[in-house]
């Protein structure tokens, strides 16, 4: 982000609002940057479209300058998903801070909808929201009678935001990120590579790095089909209600884990459709499960950036029926 207008460029922009001047600065860091690849350019459309949406609820009327550097780069990336297959499978990766300097790196292609239709390649508000409850109300919190968790398990992992970060919070924590989709799995393998090799990059004791491998894995496991983990005692699982059609499975599978043993689960539900969850809603109850609510996210939470355009995301805890 450009430095705030100093007193020595008001001189030359006399007639512009310190607004109107932030936005020039922003336009003119923008047309700076080397021509971005497609991803970034993604990336700098996403930015702004942001930065105006955040201006307008403010009440500040976007600059003509501004409103003119994101048309044009509508318009180029328009062209060059055009003429280049790439882009819409384009690959970028982003960096999730758990705090100042400690951070989890995923690789995402948010335009891929894999072979079998998944929607797991990219992060999704509801993940983003469940990794901040995470963060904030720390892992002994969620684990069963106030014990910590020994084993995670996460389902419908997409990218693996939500264990990844749990991973870090605790390191002698066993996760495992779980996906129905082959694909998805395969890019959570990616992921988990990543990160180990993020924490060789910021930790010398080679030892140690290499004991905490083992403890993050990746598998499918297909809801009410693939046998459920044995031992699990935290179960995590973020925007997996989206699909009417797949509930029953989902809370089968959600059922087999409670009925497992001392399981809590808790899941993050993006209320897109009212009918949707409800669908949710009945199928816990008729698998005998009960839905506790813990949080509401509207907006942004504490560590991460939710648009405000998106739809709540409520975070369940969920039990078996005493
Ligand atoms: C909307 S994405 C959410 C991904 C991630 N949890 C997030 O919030 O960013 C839903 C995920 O559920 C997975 N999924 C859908 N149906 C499934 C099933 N029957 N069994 C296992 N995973 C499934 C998809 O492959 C996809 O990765």
């Known amino acids: 982000m450009p430095a705030l207008p100093t007193s020595e460029s008001h001189e030359t922009h006399d007639e512009l609002t310190p607004a109107e001047q932030y936005q020039d600065a922003i336009v003119d860091l923008i047309r700076s940057l080397p021509t971005p690849d497609a991803a970034d350019e993604r990336y700098y459309q996403t930015v702004l479209k942001l930065f105006i949406r955040q201006l307008e609820a403010c ?21 060059s998903q055009g003429s280049s297959k790439e882009a819409s499978t384009a690959a970028c990766f982003v960096n999730y801070f758990v705090n100042e300097s400690d951070y989890v790196r995923l690789r995402e292609s948010p335009n891929v909808i894999s072979a079998h239709g998944s929607t797991g390649h990219r992060t999704w508000e509801a993940a983003l929201a469940l990794s901040d409850y995470i963060i904030t109300a720390g892992l002994l919190l969620l684990g ?9 398990v996460e389902l419908g992992a997409g990218t693996g935001l939500v264990g990844l970060i749990a991973a870090k919070l605790d390191p002698t924590l066993e996760v495992i990120l779980t996906d129905g989709d082959e694909q998805v799995v395969n890019n959570l393998r990616a992921n988990i590579a990543l990160n180990n090799n ?6 010398n004791d080679n030892d140690n790095v290499e004991s905490l491998r083992p403890r993050i894995s990746a598998e499918v496991l297909l809801w009410n089909e693939t046998p459920v983990v044995a031992n699990t005692d935290l179960v995590v ?10 509930i029953p499975q989902l ?12 399981c809590s689960i808790i899941v993050a539900a993006t209320i897109r459709s009212q009918e949707t969850f409800q669908v949710f809603q009945q199928g816990c109850t008729t698998q005998g499960l009960t839905l506790t609510k813990l949080r509401s ?14 739809p709540e995301v409520i975070i369940y805890k969920i039990s078996n029926q005493a």
């Open 297 to 310: 996210y509207n907006e942004s939470t504490r560590h991460f950036f939710i648009p405000p355009s998106s």
């Open 198 to 203: 993020n924490r060789d990059n910021n930790n």
């Open 237 to 246: 699982a973020a925007d997996v209600t989206y699909d009417a059609s797949v």
């Open 144 to 152: 069963e009678d106030g014990q910590p968790p020994h084993k995670l």
């Open 251 to 262: 809370v089968a599978c959600l059922a087999q884990f409670a009925d497992a043993g001392a």
């Open 59 to 79: 009440g500040v009327t976007p600059s003509e300058q501004l409103n003119e550097a994101y048309t044009e780069l509508l318009m180029t990336s328009k062209m």
